[in-house]
């Protein structure tokens, strides 16, 4: 699996936007890109994933840079609730190799009041 | 909610002891897995299952064996409990494979003392 690159930490206003980056520079053509979240002492949590085109839904958006070699997550309007560690992978979907996911250390995302 | 339980949520025993950690769910779900999660590691893939009687290893599997001889339950097992197993468990499922996202439970805290 392509390897990522993550900021340790970021910091985020209450109610602003954050934007969580990723660097996946040896993304192969038919990897996707998947983002989950863990909350403090709970099981991760799965937010989103794509393949090229910008994908929406109700937790988040996900922006795929057009050669695919990065990608940011976006969390419209963060609140303390999104205050976790956010994991950024990349993988084959629905491969022989379903459900090894390789989880590097992700970026801490402090919400603040 | 996945309708995945892990029992015992909490475990304090004993080096050379063994012990073992139960994954259930609900819905027939094909695909399970065990991941541990240790500080400064993220979560690491121990074994997986792709079907009653049909498992295979992840990345950490020396010192545990698994056993799925019904859909529902995917069982870990420790046969000699080291101190360096002391983590916590966490096991998931996919729903669908055709989104191929994985959902996670609570998760098991291991000390093995």
């Known amino acids: 699996d392509a390897k990522t690159t993550q900021p340790p930490s970021m910091d985020c206003a209450e109610g602003r936007a954050a934007n969580l980056p990723c660097n996946h520079s040896t993304i192969s053509g038919n990897e996707y890109v998947y983002w989950y979240r863990q909350i403090h002492s709970q099981g991760p949590q799965y937010i989103i994933h794509g393949l090229k085109n910008n994908e929406t839904n109700e937790m988040a958006s996900l922006i795929i840079t057009e050669d695919r070699k990065s990608s940011t997550l976006i969390l419209p309007h963060a609140t303390l609730r999104d205050t976790a560690v956010y994991y950024c992978?990349?993988?084959?979907?629905?491969?022989?190799?379903?459900?090894?996911?390789?989880f590097g250390q992700g970026t801490t995302l402090q919400v603040k009041p | 909610d996945a309708g995945i339980t892990q029992s015992p949520r909490h475990k304090v025993t004993e080096t050379g002891t063994p012990v073992t950690l139960r994954c259930h769910q609900t819905e027939n779900h094909r695909y399970m897995y065990w991941y541990r999660q240790d500080p400064g590691h993220g979560l690491r893939l121990i074994h997986y299952?792709?079907?009653?009687?049909?498992?295979d290893k992840g990345e950490v599997s020396d010192g545990y064996s698994v056993s799925r001889s019904k859909t529902e339950d995917f069982l870990l097992t420790l046969e000699s409990a080291t101190s360096s197993q002391t983590s916590v468990y966490f096991c998931?499922?996919?729903?669908?494979?055709?989104?191929?996202?994985?959902?996670f439970g609570p998760g098991t805290r291991l000390t093995v003392l």
């Open positions: 998931a499922i996919i729903l669908a494979a055709s989104t191929d996202t994985q959902y």
């Open positions: 992978i990349v993988r084959p979907h629905g491969s022989s190799n379903t459900g090894k996911l390789i």
């Open positions: 299952s792709y079907g009653v009687k049909d498992t």
